[in-house]
């Protein structure tokens, strides 16, 4: 008897265990990273999509999606596609809470819409949102730094609790 062959859903769920290496309580589907599955010729393709260009945590991404396939026999090869580039949109509602669970504020607007256009510009707007402190759910906060432990995030600091914070700026 053999064993059927997987199915890109079979790869999809596969997948889901696979998180991000800088956050490791959410998913890469989660944070919108894993773009798709496309069963080809030789096996799978898996697409991912960095958060941002320079991200240097795509090497290890793209490590962790060949050993956990590779454990379960799955043949894919990993594609990494910068167009269209990520937004913080393809964030799920769940990834969001996470982020906040694990102390990193998630981001609290959308990015500019839609994206057709690898570069986009983005109006700052009049004023930012209140960004709630994920310790204490205080909005008495501040910038610290508009970077933190990694460039898509800001560092700020509750003026209630006192505690820094990392901000997932909104893309």
Known sequence: MTALAPTSADVWALLE???????????????GILRAVNATDD???????PTYSGC?????????????????GVSARVLTQLAPAWTTD???DEAKEKLRAYGIAPPQRQSCGAQVNVIQ???????EP????????????VVSAEFGSTACKALYKCLSCQEPFDYFKPY
């Open 56 to 72: 240097p945590a795509m090497g290890q991404i793209e490590d962790d999606v060949q050993a956990v396939l590779a454990e379960a």
């Open 90 to 92: 393809w964030m799920c």
């Open 43 to 49: 096996g799978f393709e898996v697409v991912i999509t």
């Open 130 to 141: 209140d960004i709630p402190c994920p310790q204490c759910g205080s909005t008495q906060t």
């Open 17 to 31: 265990q696979v998180t991000d290496p800088e956050i490791p309580v959410v998913s890469l589907r989660e944070l």
């Open 121 to 127: 510009f983005m109006q700052k707007p009049v004023t």
